[in-house]
């Protein structure tokens, strides 16, 4: 078995290159070192339909982020360093427990700084009977290099491709090599795992691109699904979401201020029927307030609870189906 964390010496895990020893405790950008840090893991109905299913999918929150997003709804935890430490042991024990669960699939969001661990965990897990599909669940700010060290293991990839525009995704996130770094790291997605595959409703592998609607078109939403369609097809799963909330910091700047206006999501769903795109995820404006988590709570999502289950999140449309 590969040593991967080794790759946490010098770290250059992902595009911001740090290069500080974590393996020492050194930390950078992200401000992990040598350890797992778990904000919330448990059974969630917010996904996709083929991800949450009817069971729900199990998700694992990490702690910290290497974008620094000023709208993040989840800032509570990925602006900062909080949660659980665990061992690369736990972690596994973590991945039983929730295929325990009957859970679909194991959901990794915000994996990035941990890519190591989460490599050896998932292959203790497998060789231990771990079974259920390993969704990795990012901003797509990665590197190839680090993604590459998790191809056979990770089964579905859920990559959010939230700019077009370089100084954009510079003053709304720190990084304004995303662009162009996102779609290099969706492509290799793709390359491992190709597209997304549903069996009796649920995805067994492949990918599935989120792109994040923002008021007056501040993502260049056109020009990233225009992408998506010429480089990987139109048969890719694509989940647009409405569910944008000018939340954290997002009040200090004029053009984040508000959500975004039904006519300008409808356009995007319009221009993506037109485009021909034959797998596509809407959300209902609604889902702004409904879909935010409160993780100063023990249960991050208990005010999405509606009766029997959490609130549902997108639905799909085209060709044209709705959940």
Not at 175 to 183: F, I, Q, V
Not at 229 to 237: D, K, V
């Amino acid at each position: 078995m590969p040593d991967r964390t080794a790759l946490l010496t010098g770290c250059e895990l992902c595009p911001r290159r740090c290069g500080v020893d974590r393996r020492r405790g050194q930390t950078g950008f992200c401000g992990v070192g040598n350890e797992i840090i778990v904000a919330y893991h448990g059974a969630h109905f917010g996904e996709e339909p083929p991800i949450s299913g009817t069971k729900g999918s199990g998700n694992i929150f990490f702690s910290s982020c290497n974008l620094r997003c000023l709208y993040c709804q989840n800032y509570q935890i990925s602006h900062a360093v909080r949660g659980q430490r665990l061992t690369t042991e736990s972690l596994v024990e973590t991945f039983l427990a929730l295929q325990g669960q009957g859970l679909h699939n194991i959901n990794l969001v915000s994996p990035t700084p941990y890519a190591p661990f989460i490599g050896e965990a998932i292959e203790a897990a497998k060789n231990k009977g771990v079974s259920i599909p390993f969704v990795y669940n990012t901003h797509a700010y990665e590197n190839e290099e680090t993604l590459k060290i998790l191809d056979g293991l990770i089964d579905i990839y859920l990559p959010d491709f939230k700019y077009w525009n370089s100084g954009v995704a510079g003053r709304l996130s720190g990084a304004p090599d995303y662009p162009e770094t996102a779609r290099r790291a969706i492509l290799e997605m793709k390359r491992q795992v190709g597209h997304l595959v549903i069996e009796q409703g649920i995805a067994t592998r492949g990918l599935l691109i989120r792109h994040l609607v923002l008021p007056s078109n501040l993502a260049g939403s056109r020009q990233v699904l225009s992408w998506i369609g010429e480089y990987l097809g139109h048969e890719t799963h694509v989940s647009l979401m409405a569910q944008y909330n000018p939340l954290y910091k997002a009040s200090r700047h004029p053009m984040l201020r508000r959500r975004i206006k039904e006519k300008e999501y409808d356009r995007l769903i319009d221009f993506l029927v037109d485009m021909g795109f034959e797998h596509v995820f809407i959300q209902e404006p609604e889902s702004s307030s409904v879909l935010v988590p409160d993780f100063e709570r023990a249960e991050p999502f208990a005010k999405q609870r509606t009766g029997k289950q959490e609130q549902e999140g997108p639905r799909e449309v085209l060709a044209v189906n709705t959940i």
